[in-house]
């Protein structure tokens, strides 16, 4: 059975810097690794994802201020590393993961979730 666990998240003020982590069970190494978040009275959006070659992609909106990784040393894990966090980027934070051949942005693509984390950034 696949489990999908965030960690990570927090209250920050404009500027700083958090590192969201997503421990995982269950689930093959490589495919797609993905982070969304979803703001109050917004739909869920994809922000970034890392394929099984470790081929990156990002939104618009946080490229140059977020990472994608992953580590296979002790369990699966992937990271996202927020820097310059802003108040727009305030939101529920999911880790996804899918077996998919293209590894896109897209909920409906990602079958397996974690529960979510708040980061919450003031100004």
């Known amino acids: 059975q696949k489990h999908l666990v965030e960690s990570g998240g927090g209250s920050v003020q404009s500027g700083a810097t958090l590192r969201l982590s997503c421990a995982a069970t269950?689930?093959?190494?490589?495919?797609?690794t993905a982070w969304f978040r979803q703001a109050a009275g917004k739909e869920r959006e994809g922000i970034a994802v890392?394929?099984?070659?470790?081929?990156?992609?990002y939104v618009d909106s946080v490229k140059g201020r977020f990472t994608i990784s992953r580590d296979y040393d002790k369990e699966y894990t992937w990271y996202l590393q927020m820097n310059n966090l802003q108040p727009e980027d305030t939101a529920m934070y999911y880790c996804?993961?899918?077996?998919?051949?293209?590894?896109?942005?897209?909920?409906?693509?990602?079958?397996?979730w974690g529960q979510g984390t708040q980061v919450t950034v003031s100004s």
């Open positions: 269950g689930v093959p190494s490589g495919w797609c």
């Open positions: 890392i394929d099984g070659e470790g081929g990156t992609k």
């Open positions: 996804a993961w899918s077996s998919d051949e293209y590894c896109s942005l897209r909920a409906d693509n990602y079958k397996n």
